[in-house]
């Protein structure tokens, strides 16, 4: 079997990095929601996530396996958010 | 940024540059942009292999040093990444894609590439055969960066770069086309960077 080992690269972002966006499309605070990993099961705030911006769209791992949790594609007024990789996503109703 | 992309028509027109080699939307850059959606992955070559798989099965599996003894291209070749910027006159080390799958008995009209890290990218068989795409391990006469795809990646110029996988490990063979890692997230299926093939629906 492969021996492949993955990072850390330097520089890499964290949830906080798409704060702003994730606010924008749920309409609440979510760098302190809670999500739990759908292929390794660990759970940690979005903030804690691994965030790649350098890219044709965002794409958020998990810190303790690095598969995909979250994919955000922006085409102008539209945005194509996919959660598959998230198990669990627990985060406060919008606030009015 | 480079200063070569500002002119004074604009950045759309770099300095001496044929404005016909440069793709609707995209401006020419002279440094090469390191775009990743996810950490570099690190395999140590002795246990780096290229696979063709179909219908499940491996196919035929290159080692790296078996790679290395097939016949290699120098390909100088235009890129066009999707995020704008197009980099011209590259020039890369590679094996052409129809030596590798010229190895294997098939019917497929598609393929997708897999890589370490799970990236995917799916490609009409008629688009990496004839001369078009390659398994590049070698950039401006040094060994492929892992930053930017090595120790091997797909070379497809002709579409848009996202195409070209970093540290892709073989290609599917597919009866049916299969949307890979971006197509699934609403980018175009198909990539013509000519026809300006950014998203879904263009
Ligand atoms: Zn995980």
């Known amino acids: 079997m492969t021996q492949t080992s993955y990072g850390p690269d330097?520089?890499?972002l964290d949830g906080n990095a798409i704060g702003g966006l994730l606010r924008e499309l749920f309409g609440t605070e979510m760098t302190t929601a809670s999500g739990t990993c759908a292929t390794c099961g660990y759970t940690a705030q979005v903030a804690q996530a691994l965030v790649y911006l350098d890219a044709p769209g965002a794409v958020m791992r998990c810190r303790a396996c690095a598969a995909v949790l979250a994919v955000i594609v922006r085409r102008?007024?539209?945005a194509c958010v996919d959660l598959e990789g998230l198990a669990a996503l627990d985060y406060p109703p919008p606030s009015s | 940024m480079s200063p070569v992309s500002r002119g004074f028509h604009g950045r759309h027109r770099a300095r001496g540059v044929d404005p016909g080699r440069v793709p609707p939307g995209q401006y020419v850059t002279t440094d090469f942009?390191?775009?990743s959606a996810g950490p570099t992955p690190r395999?140590?070559?002795?246990?780096?292999t290229f696979s063709?798989?179909?219908?499940?099965?491996?196919?035929k599996s290159w080692s790296w040093q078996q790679i290395r003894e097939?016949?290699?291209e120098a390909v100088t070749a235009d890129i066009h990444c999707v995020t704008k910027w197009t980099k011209l006159d590259t020039s890369w080390q590679?094996?052409?894609?129809d030596v590798l799958l010229g190895q294997v008995q098939h019917q497929a009209r598609y393929v997708r590439a897999f890589c370490d890290g799970g990236y995917t990218a799916n490609l009409p068989l008629a688009d990496v055969t004839g001369g078009r795409a390659w398994l590049a391990y070698g950039y401006d006469g040094a060994p492929l960066q892992p930053e930017h795809g090595g120790p091997a990646r797909l070379l497809v110029p002709h579409l848009y770069f996202w195409k070209s996988a970093k540290w892709v490990r073989g290609l599917e063979l597919l009866a049916a086309d299969e949307p890979g890692f971006w197509e699934r997230y609403g980018y175009h299926n198909y990539g013509d960077p000519w026809r300006?093939?950014?998203y879904s629906g263009d």
């Open chain 1, 10 to 12: 330097d520089g890499t």
């Open chain 1, 76 to 78: 102008q007024a539209t």
């Open chain 2, 33 to 35: 942009p390191v775009l």
């Open chain 2, 43 to 48: 395999t140590p070559l002795e246990s780096w």
């Open chain 2, 52 to 59: 063709i798989r179909q219908a499940g099965e491996t196919a």
């Open chain 2, 70 to 72: 097939l016949p290699s």
């Open chain 2, 94 to 97: 590679a094996v052409s894609l």
């Open chain 2, 196 to 198: 300006e093939q950014r």
